[in-house]
């Protein structure tokens, strides 16, 4: 008995090895650098506060993702165009309900700008089917641009070469105008969205809705 005894307490101490320690693991948790944007939340591994506008808001844990192409240098491209096609999206919608269809586009009477949109399509289809094909050339050359820079790691997301302000030389500016760039660039998005569901929603373009409420 009293060697049955020892040889099933070293089985034990050999197995407690082996076991995970949920101790650990608690205090690892614990210990965690919080999000700044969730504070009750884990950091995102990958979201380290070196991109422009990054506070750790990750619920879904995209940034994370790495397949089929798609990584966090992917997702921040992606974000970038999206902010800036928007911010263009927003003063379109808002210039020409205010000051009238640009030259050329003078069938487009309507100030909700959806309707706009559709009678401007039936009296030139040709002008949007060349608009899209303009859009899948652009899309061609960013995506050239993302790919080559996500493997070659040479260039930012969003990095076109484009410095009219001289800025690239100037990291303190450059790094506050990025900072705009993406805060602005996210406020547009929602932003359009208010003005693409206004404008299917009711016959009131942007400004005849905020105007109107």
């Known amino acids: ?7 099933a307490a070293a089985l034990i101490g050999s197995a407690s090895a082996f076991a995970p320690s ?12 919080k999000s700044a944007s969730l504070p009750w939340a884990n ?19 995209l940034s994370e993702i790495n397949a089929v192409g798609i990584d966090l240098y992917w997702l921040r491209e992606a974000e970038i165009k999206h902010c800036r096609l928007t911010m ?35 009296v030139h289809p040709e002008y949007i089917a060349a608009g899209f094909l303009l859009i899948g050339l652009l899309e061609m050359i960013g ?11 040479q260039r930012e997301p969003g990095d076109f070469n484009l410095d009219p302000l001289k800025v690239k030389n100037n ?10 760039e993406v805060k602005n660039g996210r406020l547009a998005m929602f932003a359009a969205l208010g003005e693409i569901v206004q404008g299917v929603t009711t016959d009131d373009g942007a400004l005849g809705n905020f105007f109107g409420a």
């Open 88 to 122: 263009m999206a927003v003063v379109g919608f808002v210039w020409v309900e205010a000051f009238g269809p640009a030259p050329g586009c003078e069938a487009a009477t309507a100030k909700n700008q959806i309707q706009a949109f559709w009678q401007f399509f039936d």
């Open 43 to 61: 950091r995102p591994k990958l979201l380290d506060g070196s991109l422009p506008g990054d506070v750790g808001f990750d619920p879904l844990g």
């Open 22 to 33: 949920t101790t650990s693991r608690a205090v690892t948790s614990l210990n965690a650098e």
């Open 171 to 180: 990291p303190e500016k450059l790094a506050k105008l990025q900072l705009q």
């Open 1 to 7: 008995m009293k060697y049955a005894s020892l040889i």
């Open 143 to 153: 995506g050239i641009a993302t790919t080559t820079g996500r493997e070659s790691g």
